[in-house]
Structures are given as structure tokens and as C-alpha cells.
């Protein structure tokens, strides 16, 4: 539906929406490498084989988005007099000296075991463990959950950057900037499967990276919509205000007291998650009334959590419980999910360390 609804955009709209996605990308890569390469070779003491089994030729890729994002700017600044920027010269430039091969050496690093056991293996060890904690809030979670799915960021990138292509190559009205279009489609059509080849064999990447910008702005929209005619006790101008994107929905058991299970529809925002009850009362039973428009599930509201003020518990496997994590309010009780699985806690995990640090990450 992405690829459908950017084939109704004009050029220079998809020049636009390009840009804010190169300028984004731009934000992740200097995430990995001021932040998280940064502080990991201080803590390594410089230990350099490390560093390239995790973070491989990040540089070199940061380099050419550089590049590619100050072409494309100045191509933006100069066709300003005229109605569509032609922008294909600035990426065949760099396809033409083969640079995006950059991105094939990138993915035969770190999609590699020995890449993620190394990132592992910082995280487990008690000493390193220790001077993850003292670099910052939350750093270790940080480097545990979270950056493993930021060094996939480059990888998406690429999908990302050949569906603009293949867009841009549909509606460039100009001849000369369809050719550059379509050589660089040919550049990047190898790239992107020898990428796939080197995914195949580990990390699966979350689908959300390869998102647009704007694709999961007008994602919160919809969804705070939905969640307006389903959820009874809704307050839209409260909750509008902490959803600019939406990031992912689940159904979590809620362990209360007592090992009470209750379960909860997840919904995660960049700035709230809601724990929705599926509503079962006898007076819906009795009218029948117990779904919402389309046959959805009527849901009340129990849990409304600002992700940013929480307190995140990476709760270790027991015989009391698995997959589960502890959300600590400033005000109010803890509160204590179970995920279905490994892969789902590692997930929910890595979503809520990055909104939960966000400030200290991003400065």
C-alpha cells in the first residue's frame, strides 16, 4: 500500500519526502557512531577487532549519505526558480564509482553470528556490564536492545532508497534524469539482493525500518481513529497530543498480584503505551454490543503510561515467569507484562529502551 500511495505523489513531492528520510537516516548513523561506537571503544579500551565485528564500514556509509544529502540539497537549492528539482545525477555519480557497494561490505559484517555474539558478549560480561551502567541512563539496555536493531538501519535504508528509485524512474519528466534513474536501478538491483542474501542467513530486520517518515505519521492517525470508536473511555485531545507515530500493537499478558494474568491489548505510541482490557460485561453480552464498527473488539482503557517517564525492569527468566518485563511509573504501581516469546520481549524491549532514552541518546 506504501508503493501504491507514493505512486500518486508528484516528483517533487517525492523529492521531498526523499530528503526528510536521507536527513533521518543521517540522525540514526550519527546515533550509532557519536553514541554507541563512541562510548563502546572508550569502555573497550579500543579493543578494535571488537569495534569492526559490531559496527564494520559504519563510516564509510555515513560518508556517502553525507554526500549523496549535500548533492541532493544542492540540486533542491538550484532548481529553485524552476517547478521539479532533477536529482537522478546525484545519485549516478556515486553509482557510477560503485559507493553503494559500500553498503554490500556493510551487511557481510554485521548480519554475521560472530558480529552479534561480540555485542553480546560486552552485554554479559559483569565488568563491561558495570561500565555500561555508568555511561549513561539506561545506556546498557540501550546497547543490548536497541542497537541491534540500528545496525540493521543501514540495511533498510537501502530497500528504502530503491523504492524511491523505482518511483522517481515511473514519473521523472525529464529523459536525461529517467536514464540516470535507470542506471541507477541497475546499480542498486545487485546490492539489494546480495543484501538479502547476507539477511538470509541472520537478524531478521523489523519491518518498521523500512518505513517512510510520512508513512508512520499518517500510521498514528489512523490508528488513534480506530482506537477512538473502539476504546469506551477514549480522551482524544490527551492522547492525540503523545501520538505522532505509531509503533507497534500486541496482545501482553498482564501478571498481577497474586500471578493473577490479565490480558492486555498493547498499543505503543512514540509517546504513550496503552493497555487496552477486551471488554466481556454482562450488559454488552446482553445487547450483543460487545464488538466494535467492523467486527473489532470494544476495549476500555486500564493503563495509559508516558513512555518517556518510565523506569524499565529487564526482568531474567525463573521459574515464576519467562519473556517478561516490568514498567516502573514515577506515580502509581509497577506494572508487570509477559510476552509470547523471546523474539516478541526483544521487540517490545528494543522499542521502549529507545523512546524511554531518547533524550539522553539524542544529545
Not at 121 to 145: M, S, W
Request: with cysteine; glycine share 6%; charged share 30%.
Amino acid at each position: 500500500s506504501e508503493r501504491r500511495r507514493r505512486g500518486s505523489l508528484t516528483y517533487a513531492e517525492l523529492v521531498r519526502d526523499l530528503l526528510t528520510d536521507e536527513r533521518h537516516f543521517l540522525r540514526e548513523l550519527n546515533l550509532i557512531i557519536r553514541v554507541f561506537k563512541d562510548e563502546l571503544e572508550k569502555i573497550l579500551d579500543k579493543d578494535s577487532r571488537a569495534i569492526t565485528l559490531i559496527f564494520g564500514n559504519i563510516v564509510d556509509i555515513y560518508e556517502l549519505t553525507v554526500t549523496l544529502l549535500g548533492n541532493l540539497e544542492d540540486a533542491c537549492e538550484m532548481a529553485q526558480d524552476s517547478p521539479t528539482p532533477y536529482i537522478g545525477s546525484c545519485f549516478e555519480e556515486l553509482a557510477e564509482v560503485e559507493e553503494f557497494r559500500a553498503y554490500v561490505r556493510y551487511a557481510n559484517i554485521v548480519t554475521r553470528k560472530e558480529s552479534r555474539d561480540a555485542l553480546q558478549n560486552i552485554v554479559d560480561d559483569p565488568l563491561l556490564g558495570e561500565r555500561l551502567e555508568t555511561a549513561g541512563h539506561g545506556f546498557r539496555l540501550a546497547v543490548k536492545y536497541v542497537l541491534p536493531r540500528l545496525l540493521l538501519a543501514p540495511l533498510a535504508h537501502v530497500f528504502l532508497v530503491h523504492s524511491y528509485v523505482l518511483a522517481l524512474l515511473q514519473i521523472a519528466p525529464a529523459h536525461d534524469d529517467r536514464e540516470s534513474f535507470k542506471q541507477v536501478e541497475c546499480n542498486l538491483h545487485p546490492i539489494k539482493k546480495l543484501l538479502m542474501k547476507a539477511l538470509g542467513n541472520g537478524p531478521k530486520m523489523d519491518a518498521t525500518l523500512r518505513m517512510a517518515t510520512r508513512a508512520r505519521r499518517q500510521l498514528a492517525i489512523e490508528k488513534c481513529n480506530e482506537l477512538a470508536r473502539l476504546v469506551d473511555n477514549w480522551d482524544n485531545k490527551d492522547i492525540g497530543q503523545c501520538c505522532n507515530e505509531f509503533i507497534r500493537e500486541d496482545t501482553l499478558s498482564k501478571i498481577g498480584p497474586g500471578k493473577r494474568i490479565a490480558e492486555r491489548r498493547a498499543y505503543l505510541f512514540d509517546g504513550l503505551l496503552l493497555l487496552c482490557k477486551p471488554v466481556t460485561s454482562l450488559v454488552g453480552v446482553n445487547s450483543g454490543n460487545l464488538t466494535g464498527p467492523g467486527g473489532a473488539q470494544q476495549l476500555k482503557l486500564k493503563e495509559k503510561l508516558h513512555v518517556r517517564k518510565l523506569e524499565l525492569v529487564d526482568r531474567p527468566d525463573t521459574d515464576e515467569g519467562r519473556h517478561m518485563l516490568e514498567l516502573c511509573p514515577r506515580v502509581g504501581p509497577p506494572v508487570v507484562l509477559a510476552c509470547a516469546s523471546c523474539a516478541e520481549k526483544r521487540n517490545w524491549m528494543c522499542d521502549l529502551v529507545m523512546l524511554n532514552t531518547k533524550p539522553m541518546l539524542d544529545r
